[in-house]
Each structure stands twice: as structure tokens, then as C-alpha cells.
């Protein structure tokens, strides 16, 4: 099965806040990590959060932690248009990824 | 350079032919990591070196495929005998050490098999 998994698509409107969320199964992760590619980009590192953290907050993102049930989350607020991507969480080990989790942001 | 190069960006091929495709890491990054990306999935992992071994090769799919990082720099990865479900993006990451806080990614190689 899976070692990550997402959400598949959040549809949400500019200005209001979105959440993504994903799971994990390796527990040995020192970091989990939120990346972002834009349509034929490359995959850019958003932010990480070290696995001894539940929270994480830099600027407009905050991402949330819970080791016990495994569970990452990355919340964007004010979401803007240029912030429609696909979203990865990935996590240390061998740096396994999600499937990803395409965000639309709707004026 | 400053960042990972992965060169050819393109690369076409025929079903059944040899393809190497080759990733030069940022300098001094022992970590090097290849994945394969089909359209609208997630980063498949296939391979990890940490300095000139492969730590993890569990993702690699068949053994027609295998990758070398001799001098613990470059690394090339080896496809034989081509199908056409090879066709997908090839990325190389490389980070300072396994477990540091930022992988940095090329622009990937995009090979297709006709």
C-alpha cells in the first residue's frame, strides 16, 4: 500500500484559507516535508517540520503535526491564485512522496 | 552550477533501445535520489545514493534498470531494453546528507518511448 497518502484535489476560493492533508506510515521521519510544483515546474520545498514538532507556523503557512496518528497537515491562509499548485507531502526516510494534492483557487 | 542539471531535458527513444540519462548534483550534497513522475501522480521513488552506494535501490521497478554513482557525484541512470511505460519524467534530487532538511530537485528528463 501506500506509504503517503493525500487528498487528491481542494478546490477553494481567493482569500479563504485551504488545508491539506496527508498520512504517513514510517514513524523513524526525522522531517516531514510540504513541496510545490506549478504546472512544468520543478518541485520546490514550501516547508518542513521536524517530527518532534506538532506545529510549525511561517507566514502564510502553517503546518500542523500529529506523530501519534501520523497525520500532517499544511494550511495556507489568504489563499492567492498563484498558490493553485500540486501540493506533495513527502517524508525523510527515503524521502517517499503523496500522490499529491491539486489545489484550484477560484476567484 | 547552483543547482541539480539533469541532462537531456528531452529524450525520445524507441521501444527496445538503451537510454542513460544523467544528474550532477549541487556540489558536496552526498545524498543523490532519482524518482519517476507519470502524469498525475506523485514522485515515484526508484533509487538513493548516499555518497557512491546505493543506500536504497528498492524502487527501482526490474532489473532492466540500475543507476552508478562511481566518483560519488554524478550519477547516471540506466534504462535497458526501453518500453513504452517507461515514457514518464525522470527527477533527480540531491541533499547535503540523507535526512537533511532539503532535497533540491532538476527540472527533470523526459523520456519517451515510441
Known amino acids: 500500500g501506500e506509504d503517503v497518502e493525500q487528498s487528491l484535489f481542494l478546490s477553494v476560493r481567493e482569500g479563504d484559507s485551504s488545508v491539506i492533508n496527508c498520512t504517513y506510515t514510517d514513524s523513524s521521519s526525522t522531517y516531514l516535508y510540504w513541496y510545490k510544483q506549478e504546472p512544468g515546474a520543478g518541485l520546490q520545498l514550501l516547508t518542513y517540520?521536524?517530527?518532534?514538532?506538532d506545529m510549525k507556523q511561517d507566514q502564510r503557512l502553517t503546518v500542523l503535526l500529529n506523530k501519534k496518528d501520523k497525520h500532517l497537515s499544511l494550511r495556507i491562509a489568504d489563499t492567492q491564485t498563484g498558490d493553485s499548485a500540486i501540493y506533495f507531502c513527502a517524508e525523510t526516510a527515503k524521502l517517499q512522496f503523496g500522490a499529491g494534492t491539486q489545489v484550484v483557487v477560484t476567484p | 552550477g547552483a543547482g541539480v542539471s539533469q541532462t537531456p531535458s528531452n529524450k525520445v527513444t524507441e521501444k527496445g533501445k538503451y537510454v542513460e540519462l544523467r544528474c550532477d548534483p549541487i556540489?558536496?550534497?552526498?545524498?543523490l535520489y532519482w524518482y519517476r513522475q507519470s502524469l498525475g501522480q506523485g514522485p515515484e521513488f526508484l533509487i538513493y545514493f548516499q555518497g557512491t552506494g546505493a543506500a536504497d535501490d528498492s524502487g527501482l521497478p526490474n532489473d532492466r534498470f540500475f543507476a552508478v554513482r562511481p566518483e560519488g557525484s554524478v550519477s547516471t541512470l540506466k534504462i535497458q531494453r526501453t518500453e513504452r511505460g517507461d515514457s514518464a519524467v525522470y527527477l533527480c534530487?540531491?541533499?547535503?546528507?540523507?535526512?537533511?532538511?532539503?532535497?533540491?530537485f532538476g527540472q527533470g528528463t523526459r523520456l519517451t518511448v515510441v
Open positions: 534530487a540531491s541533499s547535503l546528507h540523507q535526512g537533511s532538511t532539503e532535497a533540491f
Open positions: 556540489s558536496g550534497h552526498t545524498a
Open positions: 517540520i521536524f517530527s518532534n514538532m
